[in-house]
Each structure stands twice: as C-alpha cells, then as structure tokens.
C-alpha cells in the first residue's frame, strides 16, 4: 500500500471517531461562567471612547454605562451581557461593536467549615475541584471522619451531595473530586 493512501485512511479514521471529552452531565463539564457580584467586566464599544471602562458588579448585581445606565449582569454569562449592552446602545448607536471582558473573579466564594484546619470563606480565581478547596483549607484535622457534604443551590434547588473523602483520597471515588460553585458550603466531619 502507497504512503498516501495509508495516511487517507488514517485521516478518515480519524475524523470518524467523536472526540473524547466530558458528557455534558458530568462534573468535568464546565458551563459558561456567570458574572457575580463584586466581578470586575471591562466594556469596549469600537469607535466609542467614552464607553471603555472597567466597571464593578454592584450588589444589586447591575453595571452602569454611559447612555444605557444600569444593566442586569449577576447570574449572567458574558455573551448575554454583551449582547444585552449591544441592544441598549443600539438606540443610540448603529450597530454598536461590544466587547466585554471579565477582568477580575471575585465572586466565586466557597464556605469551608468543620473539620479542617483553616474554617473561613475562600475566593477562588477559577473552577476549583473539591480537593483543591480542601486542601486550601488547610486539610482535615486529625478528628475528622473523613465525610464531607457540599451544600448548593442548582437552578433554585437546594442540593446535599454527600462525599466519603476515605475512597476519593484513596482514588477509589475520583467521580466524587467535584467542582464546586460559587456559593457552595462545604462541611467536613
């Protein structure tokens, strides 16, 4: 057989095997970040000037703008935003080129309580796996049982996912080494 017609074949093999990667239930998918309060976007309208500014996300979960005042970006993705800012400008701006950028996470708290060494609030700058937070915290103090519970809210719905640290840090339980959410409270007995 020729060179060319093994590397043909190579390439239709190839290109006939899905890619590898995560489902999108599991809990290596990663969904688009949503904006938080106390993020920091930075907005740019091409040929605007005015409108380049690094902006906080208020409590209230808004950013001002000139022209467009207060727009809603707490819980929203970056694109949403862009194009929610895009369609307020448009009244004043044809085809406005929006750009928005997260310059700052400061959002992404998770509550570490219990049975490590170091109880407390962290702010992480970006997805942090179970483990991670953990040993951020400090570890487990010698008393703990080895049992976490990470207490979130997924779409309005309050969720308890219970964890056995012994089988995840003996890396029989990896599927348990999940990512955590901004808000999430982790307590560990």
Known sequence: MRLGAVIVVAAGLITAVPAAGPDEGSSTARAAYEVGVEDVLHVSVWGEPAIDLSVPVRPDGKISL??????????????????????????????????????????FRVYILGEVNSQGVYT???PTR??????????????????????????G???????????????????????????DTVLVN
């Open 66 to 107: 000139p022209l467009v005042n207060d727009i809603e970006a707490a819980g929203r993705t970056v694109e949403e935003i862009r194009q929610a800012i895009a369609e307020e400008l448009a009244r004043f701006i044809r085809e406005p080129a929006v750009t928005v950028v997260v310059e700052q996470i400061n959002s």
């Open 130 to 155: 179970l483990l991670q937070a953990l040993a951020a915290a400090g570890g487990l103090t010698r008393f703990s049982k080895q049992k976490v519970i990470v207490a979130r809210e997924a779409y």
């Open 157 to 183: 719905t309050p969720q308890l996912l219970e964890i056995d640290c012994r089988k995840l840090l003996r890396g029989e339980d990896m599927k348990s080494n999940i990512f955590l959410m901004p808000g």
């Open 124 to 126: 992480f700058r970006r």
